[in-house]
């Protein structure tokens, strides 16, 4: 239990303030990123007709979160952010997978990684419906039904981004901290092998594809 709330930092003084890095998250950061680049070299290297297994496991992802992301945004718009979808989709279930195994912790459950992707998604939403409609009929909207409502309007949009960022820390977090209780109450027998697969494998893939999608549906409802 003592390792609850332990976290490695970095204090690097700057101008008088104090930036503060979680060394946990920023390396697990890279452990996911260098197995999805090495899963992209493997799946793509020596490409054929018949299909090995990670080129058909690489080819699985691509088709039906392509799909989705057609299925939302229309045709041509999955064209160009399809691969937004698969790559966000991507990383996201492999920090989520990636405290299954032991030693190793999942980057989301640190309130800044999955805090900087809804930000990300808020500003590619956003940047996305400026393009599409100019920025007065993006304005206006902001105004609409009554001049009044402007503020609620625009703390509307500010509260997906904590939405759908506090959604997934707490799952992840939240799945964490049971599983630690209940191994230190029952010494790790039995019982915390299959909590740590259901939060980890179903609860991280759900909490995945649930983080993509809403993205993909901010970014819809700026286009429409």
């Keep these: 239990m003592e390792e609850l709330g332990k976290v490695h930092q970095l204090i690097v003084p700057l101008l008088g303030h104090k930036m503060t890095f979680n060394l946990d998250a920023i390396a697990y950061t890279w452990i996911v990123m260098i197995l999805l680049i090495l899963f992209g070299i493997f799946s793509t290297r020596k490409r054929s007709m018949v299909p090995k297994t990670m080129q058909v496991l690489g080819e699985l992802f691509v088709s039906k979160l392509y799909d989705l992301t057609e299925d939302a945004l229309g045709e041509k718009l999955a064209k160009t952010y399809a691969p937004l979808t698969i790559a966000l ?75 759908i960022s506090f959604r997934l ?41 649930v983080f993509t999608m809403l993205t993909i549906v901010y970014i819809s409802v700026q286009v429409k």
């Design 169 to 209: 820390f707490g799952n992840i977090m939240g799945g964490s901290i049971i599983i630690l209780v209940v191994s230190h109450l029952c010494f790790s027998i039995l019982l915390p092998p299959f909590l740590n697969a259901f939060f980890g494998l179903f609860v991280g893939a759900i909490q995945a594809f």
């Design 89 to 163: 989709f991507m990383f996201l279930v492999l920090c989520n997978w990636i405290g299954i195994i032991p030693h190793l912790e999942e980057p989301t459950k640190d309130l800044n990684t999955p805090l900087s992707l809804g930000v990300l998604g808020f500003v590619i939403a956003h940047y996305v419906g400026i393009k599409s409609k100019g920025i007065k009929d993006y304005t206006k909207e902001y105004f609409e039904p009554f001049f009044i409502m402007m503020p609620l309007n625009l703390i509307g949009e500010l509260a997906k981004i904590v939405s």
